[in-house]
Nanobody
Framework: QVQLEESGGGLVQPGDSLRLSCTAS???????MAWFRQAPGKERTFVAA???????DYADFVKGRFTIDRDNAKNTVHLLMNNLETDVTAVYYC??????????????????WGQGTQVTVSS
């Protein structure tokens, strides 16, 4: 199973930007990579995904503030988050789907997960 490791989380102020990274231990070129988040006391929810084709999908709350990108040569996926607001505070998880889902967005669509990285937006 591919191992995933996130990095780039931290404490930032409202309006700041943050770039999360996720590095996989194996090839990801044929899989869909995604970011999920989980706030305290809430369920883990979908944030963004980039398919093997390069097509991107975003949750509605993103509102154009986030961009997901992948670098297959480096087995890495990034999530650039701009104009951060306090409601994005959560643990962000990287996930890999190696199944045949056309548009993976559900937790069960993904078979590898990272340990998560904390993102805190506070003034």
């Amino acid at each position: 199973q591919v191992q995933l490791e996130e990095s780039g989380g931290g404490l930032v102020q409202p309006g700041d930007s943050l770039r999360l990274s996720c590095t996989a231990s194996g090839a990801i070129s044929r899989g869909a990579m995604a970011w999920f988040r989980q706030a305290p006391g809430k369920e883990r929810t979908f944030v963004a995904a980039v398919r093997g084709s390069g097509r991107r999908d975003y949750a509605d709350f993103v509102k154009g503030r986030f961009t997901i990108d992948r670098d297959n040569a480096k087995n890495t996926v990034h999530l650039l988050m701009n104009n951060l607001e306090t409601d994005v505070t959560a643990v962000y998880y990287c996930a890999l789907s190696q199944g045949s889902f056309s548009a993976p967005r559900e937790i069960d669509d993904f078979d590898s997960w990272g340990q998560g990285t904390q993102v805190t937006v506070s003034s």
